[in-house]
């Protein structure tokens, strides 16, 4: 078995070009086409993580939103509930007043009615005086 070297160099030579054909037929757009489409996950991947940071923030300002909200909430009910008290206190007062006012002037009704039953008794009782008078007389 002899080596050849016109055989080895021509090997040599098509193994050579065979790798620039392949390199520049398979490999350079294969890995070019690896590396857009590393590219287009490695953004995909940035694009998720800044939504889910905005998710997060949307999901923190709801619940600093609901937290307000039960606290303005819960404000408006004691001030509601205040109010009530000062409404029901007011017309407890005012009902008093308005009872107290009632009963002064049903006393002074029934001071002008016994006053007017007392001049109207004066008369009668003088009526009779005259006459049972008037009966002893005759």
């Known amino acids: 078995m002899t080596i050849q070297l016109s055989v080895l160099l021509w090997t040599v030579i098509t193994f050579c ?3 620039v054909v392949i390199n520049r037929l398979l490999l ?3 890995l070019a086409f690896m590396d857009q489409r590393q590219a287009r996950i490695d953004r995909a991947a940035e694009k998720a993580a800044e939504h889910k940071q905005a998710m997060e923030e949307a999901e923190q300002k709801i619940a600093d ?12 009910a004691k001030e509601a509930v205040e109010r009530a008290h000062s409404e029901a206190a007011a017309l407890a007062g005012e009902t008093a007043m308005v009872r107290t006012r009632k009963i002064s002037e049903r006393r002074a009704e029934l001071g002008i009615e016994h006053l007017e039953i007392e001049e109207h008794l004066d008369t009668r ?14």
Do not use: G
């Not at 939103?65 to 408006?76: D, G, I, V």
């Not at 009782?125 to 005759?138: H, W």
């Open 17 to 19: 070009l065979f790798i």
């Open 28 to 30: 350079k757009p294969m």
């Open 65 to 76: 939103f609901h937290l307000e909200e039960n606290r303005h909430q819960a404000q408006c």
């Open 125 to 138: 009782v003088e009526e009779l005086a005259a006459s049972y008078i008037s009966t002893l007389v005759s």
